[in-house]
């Protein structure tokens, strides 16, 4: 009765995984629908009080015959991609082709679907597989045969029943768990950061920040300029800001105590327009000086000549909007020190991230190895639930290679969604 959702119970207990948890608790994504009692429920929004005394099935729990089918039609259709989403989707089609049949029609497939977010195979694949499940006529799998054969996505069954674990999927003996305190102003001085509350905690193992980073504090793709920690006497530069990392027994205790930690801000005013933001006599991030990220500039031929020759000219400014990547998957990470055959220690991390030789490179930085300590680090890419080009960055790898160094034990760090909408930055 701890847990706060059955989807908790299921994967954090029972590690029952096919249900994936995409946005916990929001209920938005449908990534973690089960069956309760005949009926098909988004796992994160079903309290452990509506389970009590129920009967919950899982792709888990479907018949060999059934996994196969809904397997087979999913990947002879193209009806997947990444994957992360699939899982919730075939136990949305199975409850409804339960209850209709071969009555299910593509509309009121469409309409129960709604339910489901899928970012990277959008919709008419899946409701191609599911139009083909209620009519028994799923297309018999061919792997390709040349140039102009059709064939099918790499780990496709193994994709839609939930089989292929993602990061939060995998379990280590001995892990911790860990959570991220963020900045609670977009643009504040840290004065004094007090974790005594949620070290005192039952549970709680260690709470870092940035005077815990014997390493660099910053990472980077082009420029080392973004803090892995805003530490005391820093600066905060938007609601994404990791102030604390804290490392406890499980999951639900390590965010709890997170939320304990206290920050003494001293509140700065908030620089939230790009255009004004030019001219603004103070700087909107933390180390960087002036606003402005660059100048491109083109010019081909006599640009000068042939406007003033010219009989209209327009000028505009355009402004492109910012982008969400909207991928299903939150960031996640999990880090395993161990002794290597040669008795130096080592460390082992599976990053759902899309570069590893550079995030390797970063978390070797931050934890203090430096170059020469890059061949004691192994960075392995999952792959990951969507990411857009979203996650080159780090994310939480580093604070998480960072905690599990530090204390020698496997640690996995995955942010919920509400953090990942604060942390992550936007498409360019």
């Avoid at 920040?209 to 905060?236: E, N, Q, S």
């Avoid at 790009?274 to 081909?300: E, F, H, I, K």
Wanted: with cysteine; glycine share 10%; charged share 25%.
């Amino acid at each position: 009765a701890d847990h706060p959702h059955l989807l908790s119970a299921r994967r954090d207990e029972l590690d029952v995984t096919s249900p994936k948890d995409g946005c916990s608790p929001s209920g938005q994504c449908g990534c973690c629908t089960v069956i309760v009692d005949g009926k098909a429920r988004v796992a994160c929004q079903t309290s452990m009080d509506k389970a009590d005394g129920t009967s919950i099935l899982t792709l888990e729990g479907f018949t060999d015959e059934e996994r196969d089918r809904f397997a087979a039609a999913f990947a002879a259709h193209g009806a997947l991609q990444c994957g992360f989403c699939t899982p919730g989707i075939l136990v949305r089609a199975k409850a409804l082709l339960d209850k209709k049949g071969s009555e299910l029609t593509r509309d009121e497939a469409a309409r129960h679907l709604g339910g489901h977010l899928c970012r990277c195979t959008g919709y008419v694949k899946i409701l191609d597989a599911v139009e083909s499940l209620a009519h028994d006529e799923v297309p018999v799998t061919i792997q390709p045969g040349g140039v102009g054969s059709r064939g099918v996505k790499y780990e496709a069954a193994e994709l839609a029943l939930g089989d292929r674990g993602y990061v939060d999927d995998i379990r280590v003996p001995g892990m911790l768990h860990a959570a991220v305190h963020l900045a609670a102003h977009a643009r504040a001085e840290v004065l004094a950061i007090d974790a005594a509350a949620a070290e005192a905690g039952p549970g709680v193992v260690r709470v870092f920040t940035g005077a815990d980073v014997p390493g660099t504090l910053k990472v980077g793709l082009i420029h080392k300029d973004w803090p892995v920690f805003i530490p005391v006497g820093g600066r905060t530069s938007y609601r994404g800001d990791v102030l604390a990392f804290v490392v406890a027994e499980d999951r639900e205790t390590a965010r709890r105590a997170a939320a304990l930690v206290e920050v003494d801000y001293g509140v700065l005013r908030p620089i939230t327009d790009p255009v004004a933001a030019l001219d603004d006599p103070d700087d909107a991030v933390w180390g960087l000086a002036g606003n402005r990220l660059s100048t491109s500039a083109y010019r081909r031929g006599e640009a000068d000549a042939a406007l003033a020759a010219s009989t209209h000219v327009v000028h505009e400014v355009f402004q492109t909007a910012r982008i969400e990547h909207a991928f299903l998957e939150p960031e996640s990470t999990l880090a395993m020190p161990f002794a290597g055959d040669d008795g130096v220690r080592r460390m082992h991390v599976w990053s759902g991230g899309q570069g590893g030789w550079d995030d390797r490179n970063q978390i070797c930085d931050v934890i203090g190895l430096g170059v020469e300590g890059r061949d004691r680090v192994t960075v392995e890419l999952v792959s990951n639930g969507g990411a857009f080009g979203g996650k080159e960055d780090l994310s939480n790898q580093a604070q998480t290679a960072l905690a599990a160094w530090l204390l020698d034990s496997p640690v996995p760090c995955t942010i919920s969604r509400e953090e990942r909408l604060n942390v992550h930055t936007t498409r360019h």
